[in-house]
């Protein structure tokens, strides 16, 4: 009985910008880890960006220096604002959660639904 929604996908130019925002919600107790992923030609999740519950954060080199990963515990939300956008950032990007839902009997993995990100050179 949890979700993962993602928004803010679309379309833009190379060198321009996009936020995505990523909410999850349901029968939630806790949250540990969370962030965004996106999928490479094989359909395997690559890692772009973590953040801690602390707020620490972790950035595929690709990305570093361009992209920003934020988290709002008390909603649940996590953003990742994306900077000088290049061709290959095109992908489906996919929001990630480790959940420990309410009465549950364990930590899960959770995933979005993924959002596109198409950008023109």
């Known amino acids: 009985q949890v979700q993962l929604v993602e928004s803010g996908g679309g379309l833009a130019q190379a060198g321009g910008s996009l936020s995505l925002n990523c909410t999850a919600s349901?029968?939630?107790?806790?949250?540990?880890?969370m962030g965004w992923y996106r999928q490479d030609p094989g359909n395997n999740h690559d890692m772009i960006a973590r953040?801690?519950?602390?707020?620490?954060?972790t950035y595929a080199d690709s990305v570093k220096g361009r992209f920003t990963i934020s988290r709002d515990n008390a909603k649940n939300t996590i953003s990742l604002r994306m900077d000088g956008l290049k061709p290959d950032d095109t992908a489906v990007y996919l929001c990630?959660?480790?959940?420990?839902?309410?009465?549950?009997?364990?930590?899960?993995?959770?995933w979005g639904q993924g959002t596109q990100v198409t950008v023109s050179s």
């Open positions: 953040i801690t519950n602390e707020g620490g954060t």
């Open positions: 990630y959660a480790r959940v420990l839902g309410a009465g549950a009997r364990g930590w899960k993995d959770y």
């Open positions: 349901g029968s939630i107790f806790r949250i540990n880890g």
